[in-house]
């Protein structure tokens, strides 16, 4: 439905107007301004916004018109809109709306309680006219007595969900009311010491480069923080962008980097699995990531790599969900010079939470990995430290299980665990796994990484905790990584990810030969040579097997031949099925089914029993119409493996992380640190 003030609105966008997001150069502080509205802006900036962003805001005008979608939808669009049309009705609309929250119980706890506060805030800085003075102090009061009632929840900042929509809601709230509520301006001040003592630090250590150590929750709460971040920036020169180079300075291009190549439904962006959930059909969470790299993008304008963010992001000119078309309104600032991704590296290193990322080319066919190998922080990871993704033309490798509820049967034995990842098991038969997400059953030995923490969930509270325990919490590290252009090489030590009762040893070195083919070496030593060794590698489909003891699965558009080249003679098994579920007997299904998950775990056994045992493996993707790839051939001595593909060698050392790439006659040397 267009409406009559869509018409208005057109003479507007005629105007070429043009208004740089705030932010786009550093401020000083500032006195928080007294006239309502302020956060986003006055009337008259929004006003400039709708000329310059008129699609946005005739679909923003339309759900607020027809009262469309949930709370954070509706009470934003029809702030928005009723504030750049002078339309007293819908102001009052979602006065009413909001009202119905403020009205309501105090929610306390693991709640959305800040985004509840953050939508009412919005309306009530917007429509202010439209509140009457009894009504104002009710929101007053619905918000100090649900600050008072959560002052000791969620307190965890590497548990960063619940953690941030609480305080980024109680912030923009305070900036909503900052003049009519006596209480806001310290609580602000107590929030600026918070994040200085705790979030700053927490940012530093658990997303260096952008990346986030708790996983794929990483898009759910970025954008409440960033809307606080961009409120403080504007309306007190409060710059939270500027203090936090490690992580929100390279947050935009992580983000980037953990989107899988091309385009699908409704025209995002598949995020690559990380811990719990994992997106793996479009939810809102795609949306607010892009928007999140908008934000960051207007920032950092001036900044090469952020431009070419914006190149990026370009590719996805609108949302997926229509009701989020204020996103588009006041986020998606087409003045950001996008630059060429041709000449931007196609790697990103994320030290803090150990990840790597790397792509063959920026083409939407491209070929895609993921490797993460890092510490301990918080619940939603997993025990998977080793884990590697592969995607061209579709998933290939990705992440076992399925995520509904957190301490499940299936969440607890299955999901979570290293036998639902691309890692390495070593089953020592008498080893137990106490107290996992508070899991009351019986828990499995899947003969995985340990879970020996204190906190049920595995987590910490806050960097000063974790650094005062590195013998608990330090599980795993990247300990090499360089990109060469015709060959990634990144390295990991996972070895205290798991006992030390059955396992001295455990390190992964990976050389990603572009375009699509990886060389994943691993050198294990147990403590016992009766602990079974299994590699494992997390299918989408289920392989099939070729006659010279390759296997090949498909999916989507592209193919993966899986080559397992050591230990010689090993024992391979595809488990799919039921069977996929099942440990010792058990079986541990899950109850629902949230998007397409590996259908097959390929498993490589030593034929032998040994203490000590190198894995070699030679994945290769492809098109799914390529019908052969190159076969490795391997020269093993008493020090060192050699693999040769075609004009390549790769060789590794047995007694050390190291070893030499050769190309065409030209040998150099596999890195022994981080080159970034």
Not at 415 to 420: D, K
Request: net charge negative; with cysteine; proline share 4%.
């Amino acid at each position: 439905m267009i409406s009559i003030r869509s018409i208005k609105m057109t003479c507007l966008a005629g105007l070429g107007l043009v208004f740089l997001l705030a932010g786009a150069v550093r401020a000083e502080r500032h006195p928080v301004p007294r006239e309502h509205p302020r956060l986003f802006g006055g009337v008259e900036r929004l006003r400039e916004l709708a000329a310059q962003r008129h699609e946005a805001f005739i679909r923003m005008d339309e759900t607020a018109l027809e009262a469309q979608g949930g709370d954070q939808e509706y009470l934003f669009s029809a702030a928005l809109a009723a504030a750049v049309t002078a339309d007293t009705d819908l102001a009052r609309a979602a006065v009413e709306r909001a009202l119905k929250l403020v009205r309501g119980s105090i929610r306390v706890g693991h709640q959305t309680f800040g985004i509840d506060l953050a939508n009412c805030a919005v309306v009530f800085d917007y429509c202010r006219a439209a509140w009457t003075d009894s009504e104002a102090a009710e929101f007053i009061g619905y918000m100090n007595r649900t600050i008072d009632a959560n002052t000791g929840s969620e307190l965890s900042v590497f548990h960063n969900g619940f953690y941030s929509y609480k305080n980024a809601g109680i912030a923009v709230a305070c900036y909503a009311t900052y003049y009519e509520n006596p209480r806001a301006p310290e609580i602000l001040a107590a929030l600026e010491k918070e994040i200085r003592a705790r979030v700053l630090p927490a940012w530093r250590l658990a997303g260096d480069g952008g990346g986030w150590a708790e996983g794929y929750y990483v898009h759910y709460w970025t954008f409440q923080w960033l809307i606080y971040c961009d409120i403080a920036l504007r309306l007190e020169g409060l710059d939270w962008f500027a203090e936090s180079p490690e992580f929100l300075g390279q947050r935009a291009v992580a983000s980037m980097f953990e989107c899988y190549p091309g385009i699908e439904e409704r025209g995002t962006r598949h995020l690559a699995p990380m811990g719990d959930s994992g997106g793996r059909i479009y939810l809102w969470e795609r949306d607010h990531d892009l928007t999140c790299r908008r934000i960051l993008a207007a920032r950092f304008r001036d900044d090469p790599s952020h431009r070419a963010v914006a190149a990026f992001d370009r590719g996805t000119p609108t949302l997926g969900q229509p009701l989020y078309a204020f996103m588009d309104f006041l986020w998606n600032d087409t003045t950001v010079t996008p630059g060429g991704l041709d000449s931007l590296k196609l790697s990103h290193l994320s030290r803090g939470p150990g990840f790597v990322y790397a792509r063959s080319s920026w083409e939407q066919d491209a070929t895609y990995f993921f490797f993460k190998c890092g510490p301990r922080f918080t619940s939603h990871q997993h025990l998977d430290a080793g884990h590697f993704d592969i995607y061209k033309g579709g998933e290939l490798a990705g992440d076992g299980g399925q995520f509904y509820g957190f301490s499940t049967d299936h969440e607890v034995n299955y999901l979570c665990r290293s036998i639902a990842h691309s890692t390495l098991l070593v089953k020592d038969p008498a080893e137990t796994w106490p107290h996992i997400r508070a899991y009351a059953g019986a828990i499995a030995n899947d003969g995985g990484q340990h879970h020996d923490w204190p906190h049920h969930n595995g987590a910490v509270q806050d960097a000063a905790d974790f650094l005062g325990h590195p013998e608990l919490y330090d599980t795993a590290r990247l300990i090499a990584f360089e990109d060469k252009g015709d060959y990634l090489y990144t390295a990991g030590d996972c070895s205290r990810a798991y006992r030390r009762s059955k396992l001295e040893c455990f390190t992964r070195q990976i050389v990603f030969l572009r375009p699509g083919t990886f060389i994943i070496f691993d050198r294990v030593k147990s403590t016992r040579p009766e602990y079974a060794k299994t590699w494992l590698l997390q299918a989408m489909k289920v392989p099939q097997r070729l006659g010279d003891g390759r296997l090949v699965l498909d999916n989507g558009k592209g193919r993966l031949f899986v080559q397992s080249c050591l230990p010689a003679g090993a024992r391979v098994n595809l488990v799919s099925g039921d069977a996929l579920y099942r440990i010792d007997g058990v079986a541990h299904l899950p109850l629902h089914d949230v998007g397409p998950a590996p259908e097959c775990r390929v498993e490589v056994s030593p034929s032998r029993a040994a203490r000590e045992d190198c894995f070699l493996h030679v994945l290769t993707a492809t098109d799914s119409g390529v019908e052969d790839v190159p076969a490795a051939v391997v020269e093993e001595t008493k020090k060192e493996v050699r693999v040769r593909i075609g004009d390549t060698s790769v060789t590794f050392e047995k007694a050390k992380v190291g070893g030499a790439v050769e190309i065409k006659g030209k040998s150099t040397p596999l890195a022994d640190g981080i080159v970034d």
